[in-house]
């Protein structure tokens, strides 16, 4: 097959959608496929071209001048490339592939990341739809997504391309017990509610340390409100044992080191980090919303806690800090079962999506032709 992702970039910061769609774009190069990546470019570039992808630089700004010289730069990438599948991963590729594929013969796949947000229905442009977990399908069919365009493929990341083997990482030497979180810094990845839990129990575990480990817009508001924080006699200055950490390239080292990890979204299709801190050994507290009950085994794998609830983070921190055989329990069940969690089957299943679509438009074809021939 001839396959092109679309996405708005490829930079290494972090983005989850980006890291699924190098991680697919590599797998498939690998599996014998002819694999290209349109995107504004970015640091993956080098991988991607080490697994022999090619990159075409495609601009998707929301300027109205720039989309129009985007989808004439698409027309060039789809003429140059001839792709026989189209994957866009982000709402502008799905609309630029979907409106201009007339006279071109490809299959159009899109995957929804997020579907909170209302730009996720265009993703039904596409002829299927790839939903990361059965939350966010569920999400799209009340959207009114037919059930028949959706397929659901499992996110995962373990054994990417991206990274090293979980045992070529070493730890950091963090503060012990250690609580973190790997997310961006916006309010609804739930960094208030975290920062707000933590205040409520430093005084009971004065050894406690909180890491903050991402980077985003609103960073500085919440380093304002660690900074407000007043001196207290019992628990001292909590601001030095609250720690942003700014975006990490490797965060498995501040995984493997850490005892307690939290995931406090209000939304999330699916919670792919919380993937890795299973595989690095973390004791898990994330919010039971969307997908992330699925990625944590239905409750078998982390503790889940109501999203927006500062004080029922903090019983369940005080739960496992407060008992180590707690700790150890759920520290061993967030290991097991990971092996659904790898890159290589979900770039196996999406092919098995992309062979679908072709095989059904090759039957297509056969059909129409013989009725070409039979109406001579």
Not at 8 to 19: A, D, L, P, R
Not at 34 to 59: I, N, P, R, W
Not at 163 to 172: A, E, G, V
Not at 337 to 358: D, G, P, Q
């Amino acid at each position: 097959m001839r396959i092109l992702h679309i996405t708005n970039h490829i930079q290494k910061i972090g983005n989850g959608i980006v890291n699924v769609a190098v991680d697919l774009a590599c797998l498939q190069s690998k599996d014998g496929h002819d694999v290209a990546v349109a995107s504004a470019g970015g640091e993956y570039k080098a991988l991607l071209e080490s697994h022999g992808v090619t990159h075409f630089q495609l601009d998707q700004s929301r300027t109205p001048l720039n989309l129009i010289k985007a989808a004439w730069c698409y027309r060039g990438i789809v003429q140059e490339f001839q792709p026989d599948i189209v994957h866009a991963h982000m709402m502008t590729g799905v609309v630029l592939a979907g409106v201009l594929r007339s006279r071109c013969e490809y299959s159009l796949v899109s995957t929804v990341h997020n579907e909170f947000q209302r730009s996720a229905v265009l993703m039904g442009l596409a002829d299927r739809v790839i939903a990361v977990s059965h939350a966010v399908a569920d999400s799209m069919v009340q959207r009114r997504i037919p059930k028949s365009k959706l397929r659901v493929v499992s996110n995962g990341t373990l054994g990417s391309p991206r990274h090293k083997s979980i045992k070529d990482y070493q730890p950091l030497p963090l503060y012990r017990p250690a609580i973190a979180t790997v997310a961006g810094m916006y309010s609804r990845k739930g960094i208030t509610e975290l920062i707000e839990a933590f205040v409520k129990i430093a005084a009971d575990f004065p050894q406690v340390h909180l890491y903050l480990i991402g980077d985003g817009p609103e960073r500085s508001m919440f380093e304002a409100m660690v900074q407000k924080i007043p001196f207290s006699n019992t628990c001292g200055d909590l601001r030095q044992r609250i720690h942003f950490e700014g975006f990490q390239p490797e965060p498995q080292c501040y995984m493997l080191a850490t005892d307690i990890f939290v995931l406090a979204s209000h939304h999330e299709s699916f919670g792919l980090v919380l993937t890795e801190a299973r595989e690095a050994g973390c004791a898990i507290i994330a919010s039971d919303v969307d997908g992330i009950p699925e990625t944590l085994d239905n409750r078998q794998a982390g503790l889940l806690v109501p999203p927006k609830d500062s004080k029922a983070l903090a019983d369940a921190l005080v739960q496992l800090l407060s008992d180590p055989k707690q700790m150890h329990k759920w520290k061993s069940r967030a290991k097991q079962n990971l092996e659904r969690f790898s890159a290589k089957r979900v770039s196996k299943e999406t092919l098995a999506v992309y062979r679908e679509l072709i095989t059904n438009y090759l039957e297509n074809r056969i059909v129409q032709i013989k009725e070409l021939f039979a109406s001579k």
